[in-house]
């Protein structure tokens, strides 16, 4: 266990448009730091060129584990490469200049907390899924924390003995930054313990799995939470003035650093996990589509997928080739890939809720093994079909792409970005800064030390599309992709992947006894 400031909790704060700050000098700079499950980045936000002046990174792993079902990582981790990260961030600026800071966290995370405020034992991460079974009783996908919360009380007795604070990743870095235990309703939402509608905790589950203790009241999105600690102030070379604002989940934080807080706008985030999601102001009601909050008060459904962007960097690296090489070999290669389909459920899945099936090449045939272009298309296109599905639920409930801004590492791959252009059928752009998480909470903060509402200023000053790579659809490459498309769903469905194993035991079982009556 580290030592961690002392606990104080933050009183509730309403929604109350414009309840902000005056408005400080101009060439004020805020940082936004995006805390997520392989690095942290941090970005430095100029709010009088609105522009990106300054920028740092570290990467780290999942701690290592002989169960392929446990994904976790120790907080202490994230506090040292964020140290470092925003150091180099701010290393050539004029640190006086830095008026507040804002975090973006990986979602769903369980941070368990003592009385003393020490991590009683690492964070179990968003797709850690040893809590399925718990998932199954609260029905919800093993992601959610609330899940997690459950496992720990039943699987580590002696360590929910000492827990006194639940925290998500990013309301952990605030801890760490102010010593104040926050929540605001946008990560909240994750935890599978919030009334989404109502913006407020839903009780009457809360009391039903007794964690009321656990949970803090919510934090308002449009005001800062408390000043930096003078000790962290100092320590990241800090003027002792900055604030911190209140952060939100990483979804929540890309929504805000890609502009998307009208209804008319999609973004596809090609990252560790896949998702699709928009703001609107009324929930949509599908089991298969995560009903959070967004960072504005109002509402982010989501699709979320286990596997994305790893997915196709297996097979790149099994090839030990460049990712320039392998998407030019890719290219040549035909939409349909000869029939090839890869269900992409490397590490389970949660979208559909799976949290026991693995991946799948379906339909090899001689001499496919020895064409990486093939293997690493059919690995994007899965990968991509399966967040397409999830938004053919988004728009039987009546909401449709207008506009598609894909960010995180994928969407620099032009191929990725010509394969979801012509499936959806619909005009994609990227954005001129890439971290649209980490410029999420730059903006986030950026807004309320100038005095505006977060919405307001996000639309006044929108994030800027990176100009030459939109693309637009081809109607014949429209028609061959949904039709291999088609094809994956059908293969897909045909996987029972619990119902195997039932058969497997089952049939183990059967012989054992077969030989036991011989014997």
Avoid at 415 to 423: E, F, S
Wanted: proline share 5%; hydrophobic share 35%; with cysteine.
């Amino acid at each position: 266990k580290k030592d961690s400031p002392k606990l104080e909790v933050v009183p509730s704060l309403r929604l109350r448009p414009g309840g902000v700050r005056g408005i400080l000098p101009s060439r004020a700079l805020y940082v936004g730091v995006d805390v997520g499950t392989q690095s942290v980045k941090a970005l430095v936000y100029n709010s009088d060129s609105h522009n990106v002046v300054g920028r740092g990174q570290r990467t780290y792993d999942i701690n290592p584990s002989d169960d392929t079902r446990c994904k976790e990582q120790d907080p202490e981790m994230w506090i040292q490469n964020l140290k470092e990260a925003v150091t180099e961030a701010v290393m050539c600026l004029d640190s006086d200049q830095i008026r507040g800071i804002s975090i973006s966290g990986q979602q769903h995370g369980f941070v368990p907390i003592d009385s003393d405020g020490k991590v009683i034992r690492p964070c179990k991460l968003w797709c850690d899924t040893v809590s399925s079974k718990e998932g199954r009783e609260l029905g919800m996908v093993p992601a959610y924390t609330a899940t997690k919360m459950l496992w720990l009380k039943r699987n580590e007795p002696e360590n929910f003995a000492e827990l006194a604070k639940c925290m998500l990743p990013h309301d952990y870095i605030n801890f760490w930054l102010t010593g104040k235990w926050t929540m605001e309703a946008g990560d909240a939402s994750g935890t599978g313990l919030l009334d989404v509608e109502a913006k407020e905790w839903n009780y009457d589950l809360i009391d039903k799995l007794g964690f009321r203790s656990y949970l803090p009241e919510l934090q308002d999105p449009n005001r800062y939470i408390a000043p930096i600690r003078p000790e962290v102030a100092k320590m990241l070379g800090f003027p002792a003035t900055v604030e911190v604002a209140a952060g939100s989940g990483d979804n929540m934080m890309a929504a805000l650093g890609s502009g998307a807080v009208e209804e008319e706008k999609f973004v596809v985030s090609l990252g560790t996990s896949g998702t699709i999601f928009c703001s609107t102001k009324t929930q949509v009601e599908d089991e298969l589509i995560s009903n959070f909050c967004d960072a504005l008060g109002r509402n982010l459904p989501l699709v979320c997928t286990q596997n994305c962007a790893a997915v196709p960097e297996e097979i790149r690296r099994m090839f030990n080739l460049s990712r320039t090489e392998i998407t030019s070999l890719a290219q040549l290669e035909p939409i349909d890939c000869e029939g090839l389909a890869f269900i992409p459920y490397l590490t389970g899945e949660r979208t559909p809720n799976e949290p026991e099936s693995s991946g799948v090449m379906y339909g090899m045939r001689p001499g496919f093994h020895s064409r990486p272009g093939l293997l690493y298309r059919a690995a994007l296109q899965g990968a991509t079909f399966s967040i397409f599905e999830g938004y053919l639920r988004m728009a039987k409930s009546g909401l449709e792409v207008k506009e598609l801004i894909l960010v995180g590492g994928g969407a620099k791959n032009t191929l990725w970005r010509k394969i979801i252009a012509d499936l959806f059928n619909a005009k994609v752009s990227t954005l001129q800064e890439s971290e649209s998480a980490a410029l999420g909470a730059a903006l986030q903060a950026a807004a309320i030390g100038e005095g505006y509402d977060v919405r307001d200023y996000i639309q006044k000053f929108p994030p800027e599309a990176r100009a030459g790579e939109g693309i637009s659809p081809a109607q014949n490459s429209t028609l061959a992709i949904r039709k291999a498309f088609l094809r994956w769903k059908a293969i897909r469905d045909m996987m029972q992947w619990e119902s195997i194993e039932d058969v497997v035991e089952k049939e183990t079982g059967r012989n054992e006894e077969e030989e036991s009556t011989h014997a």
